[in-house]
C-alpha cells in the first residue's frame, strides 16, 4: 500500500498564514499540539522580531548605535539605520541626504541626544572643523597648520 498524497489526507492538514510574512502554507495538524506552524519557513522563523536574540531593534556596535528601520530609503541592506542620523532626521523634519554629516560635539558617538549633535552639509566641511578647527586640541590658533 502506497503513500497518501497530501490531497487525500485533508483531514489531517491544513492552511495558516506565516506570523512573519503572512504567506500561507500548510502544515499537518499534529504541529498544532508541538507549538509549530507558527512560519512558513525557518527563515522566517529567525528574522526581525521572532528572532530569540531580537532586542528591540537596537544593535550596539564597536562605535555607532544602529536602529532597525527597514523601510527607511538609506537603511543598510539589512535595515539598519544609524541612530544619530534618525536623531538628525527628526530634530529637521526630513530625510537626511548620502552628503549631509551628523557630528557629535563631545566625540562619545553613543551619546545621540539632540543637544550633542551638529549637522554638516558635506563632509569637507565637517573635516574642516574637527580636523582644522576648534575641536582639534593640536590646533594653532592664527595659523592654518597643525603643531608637528
Known amino acids: 500500500m502506497g503513500r497518501l498524497s497530501w490531497e487525500n489526507r485533508a483531514s489531517k492538514n491544513m492552511i495558516r498564514h506565516c506570523l512573519n510574512c503572512g504567506k500561507k502554507f500548510k502544515i499537518w495538524r499534529s504541529d498544532l499540539k508541538y507549538n509549530r506552524g507558527k512560519f512558513c519557513s525557518h527563515s522566517c522563523r529567525s528574522t526581525g522580531r521572532f528572532n530569540s536574540h531580537w532586542n528591540g531593534g537596537r544593535r550596539m556596535g564597536h562605535k555607532y548605535i544602529r536602529i532597525w528601520q527597514p523601510n527607511h530609503p538609506y537603511a543598510q541592506k539589512e535595515g539598519y539605520i544609524f541612530e544619530h542620523r534618525l536623531v538628525m532626521e527628526k530634530i529637521i523634519g526630513r530625510y537626511l541626504t548620502l552628503q549631509e554629516v551628523v557630528h557629535h560635539k563631545n566625540k562619545n558617538t553613543k551619546d545621540n541626544r539632540p543637544k550633542n549633535l551638529e549637522l554638516f552639509s558635506s563632509d569637507s566641511l ?4 574637527t580636523i582644522r578647527g576648534k575641536d582639534n ?12
Open 126 to 129: 565637517h573635516r574642516n572643523r
Open 137 to 148: 586640541p593640536n590646533y594653532r590658533h592664527g595659523r592654518n597648520s597643525l603643531w608637528l
